[in-house]
C-alpha cells in the first residue's frame, strides 16, 4: 500500500478518535449536567422515595440528570476501530440503564444519541483535526 494512503487513513482515523471525543464531552454534559435528552428535558423525579434518596445524598432533585454516583457516566466511552472512533458502553449493565430510561415507562425520549448541535461540533473537531494531522 503506498504511504501517501497509509498516511490518509492514519489521518482519518486520528480525526475519528477527536470527532467522538468531542461528540462524547458535549453529549456527557447534555445528559449529566443539563439533564437534557436529545431534545428537550428528560424529564422529573417522581419517585417519592428516590427523591428523598438524592436530597440525603446531596443531589438534585428539580430534573432528571441520571447521576447518582457517576457509574453511568464514565461508563460511556470512546472505543478505537479499525477504521475510526466509536462511542458507547463499557458494560452490559449500564447499556441496559440506558435503554430502560429511554422505555415509555421511565422518559420515552431519545437520551444517550448525539443531538444535532452535538453532530455539527463532532464534524467541526473531525475537520479540524483531519487538516492539522501530518
Known amino acids: 500500500m503506498p504511504s501517501n494512503r497509509l498516511n490518509l487513513k492514519k ?8 470527532a467522538a471525543s468531542t461528540a462524547l464531552g458535549s ?11 436529545e431534545e428537550g428535558r428528560i424529564g422529573r ?11 440525603k445524598a446531596g443531589r438534585q432533585v428539580d430534573y432528571k440528570d441520571l447521576e447518582f454516583e457517576g457509574d453511568l457516566r464514565r461508563s460511556i466511552q470512546v472505543g478505537a476501530r479499525d477504521d475510526g472512533a466509536v462511542i458507547g458502553f463499557t458494560s452490559v449493565h449500564s447499556r441496559r440503564i440506558a435503554e430502560y430510561q429511554e422505555t415509555e415507562r421511565q422518559t420515552g425520549k431519545d437520551i444517550f444519541g448525539l443531538n444535532e448541535n452535538e453532530i455539527a461540533k463532532a464534524r467541526r473537531a473531525f475537520l479540524r483535526e483531519y487538516r492539522r494531522t501530518n
Open 11 to 18: 489521518r482519518a482515523a486520528n480525526a475519528s478518535l477527536a
Open 27 to 37: 453529549m456527557k454534559r447534555r445528559i449529566f449536567n443539563e439533564g437534557e435528552a
Open 45 to 55: 423525579y417522581r419517585s417519592r422515595s428516590y427523591r428523598k434518596k438524592r436530597q
